[in-house]
């Protein structure tokens, strides 16, 4: 839990961007969203393409958190995106920005992008001892898989914290990938919508469709990037 000292006007985190779109994939694919990007991750992806969140890069800025509430109040959505990066690296201070982000009447979802390496056991346990802002709290849980390079630093644990409300999202590279997203999802997930969703410079979406089909998995949700068909892949704040 946040520390009684710690207020939102003192508290800074180091950002990378603050913007309206609407979000690109996940069960809330398709509509207006505030996207509150911090900076810094504690992995390093071979498919990242967010290289700019991370060091070598800078923040482009610090905010506290109460300026960022402000700019979220300002575009009025009530769908927040919290990603990255890593948004839940800075601990204390990221769950402090969740809880001035849920305390907002007009918020109804935001949505967390963590890349399950970070334990989610404080944020859990906030959302369970404060249901009321809790429930609006989901974990979009990136589960890396072999060909990230980052499979080792997958927290299973993770996995318990889940509800039925949050997702599971695995970037197929390839067919190794799809073998052991298929062997987690079917051993490990009990709880949370599993999204596969391709890399499409090596996993051609018709190819990923092809071979979920086959191994019949109902219960997952083809995952495209919808930003990255309406503007340009390498776009950014949109």
Not at 1 to 29: C, N, R, S, W, Y
Not at 36 to 52: A, E, K
Not at 72 to 88: M, N, S
Not at 193 to 207: D, K, N, T
Request: charged share 25%.
């Amino acid at each position: 839990m946040p520390q009684a000292h710690q207020t939102i006007d003192e508290v800074k985190i180091p950002m990378v961007e603050l913007f309206e779109t609407v979000e690109g994939e996940g069960t809330q694919a398709g509509y207006p969203t505030t996207f509150v990007r911090v900076f810094n991750c504690n992995l390093r992806c071979t498919w990242c393409d967010t290289p700019y969140s991370y060091a070598p890069a800078k923040p482009e800025f610090f905010a506290t958190i109460a300026e960022i509430v402000a700019e979220v109040k300002r575009y009025g959505h009530p769908r927040i995106c919290l990603t990255g990066g890593e948004p839940l690296i800075h601990g204390e201070k990221s769950l402090l920005l969740i809880e001035a982000l849920a305390q907002l009447e007009e918020v109804a979802d935001i949505h967390i992008e963590t890349n399950g390496a970070i334990h989610l056991a404080p944020f859990h346990a906030w959302r369970e001892a404060n249901p009321e802002w809790g429930q609006k709290v989901r974990f979009v849980l990136d589960y890396k898989l072999p060909a990230s390079g980052e499979q080792d630093k997958m927290i299973e644990e993770n996995f318990t914290f889940l509800r039925d409300t949050d997702e599971v999202k695995f970037v197929i590279a390839d067919d190794t990938d799809f073998d052991v997203a298929v062997e987690v999802v079917r051993q490990r997930i009990e709880r949370g919508v599993p999204l596969f969703s391709p890399v499409w410079e090596s996993m051609p979406p018709a190819r990923l469709v092809e071979r979920m089909l086959a191994e019949r998995l109902t219960h997952v949700k083809l995952n495209l990037q919808l930003h990255k068909v309406i503007w340009d892949p390498n776009a950014r704040g949109v």
